[in-house]
């Protein structure tokens, strides 16, 4: 009986992680929780941000920065798009009290580099280069 209560317990807390979405099956940010980085410029390129879909962290947003500027506010299961100039930049993500996450990224002109914002049941939150 002990093992059938382990196991189930650790199998609810497994169910509680997030999981990954590709950013092409993620819902859109709404444009009301867009706030920086979506005019066009020149030779822009683009940076995509998406959060993982669950139930941990789920009732709060997450807050997205690119250099230090407030860019949007991503929900679970959510991507956004941001146009930025070539070059280096720092993307930045907090979330629920679990912290501030930040990546450097280079990107060159036209084209598209991806992140994912991860947060496990312990609600440790994971920003990371994505292919997805």
Do not use: W
Request: aromatic share 4%; net charge neutral.
């Amino acid at each position: 009986m002990r093992i059938l209560i382990g196991a189930l317990a650790v199998a609810l807390l497994a169910g509680c992680a997030t999981s990954p979405v590709p950013s092409s099956e993620a819902d859109p940010v709404p444009s009301s929780r867009l706030f920086a980085y979506q005019a066009p410029t020149q030779d822009d390129s683009t940076l995509i941000v998406t959060r993982d879909k669950g139930f941990v962290g789920g009732g709060c947003n997450t807050v997205v920065s690119i250099d230090g500027r407030r860019a949007a506010e991503i929900g679970a299961g959510e991507s956004a798009k941001f146009r930025v100039a070539p070059g280096e930049h720092i993307v930045s993500a907090s979330s629920c009290g679990s912290g501030l996450k930040e990546r450097e990224t280079s990107i060159k002109a036209g084209s598209t580099k991806k992140f994912r914002i991860s947060i496990d049941s312990a609600m440790s939150m994971d920003l990371s280069p994505t292919m997805q």
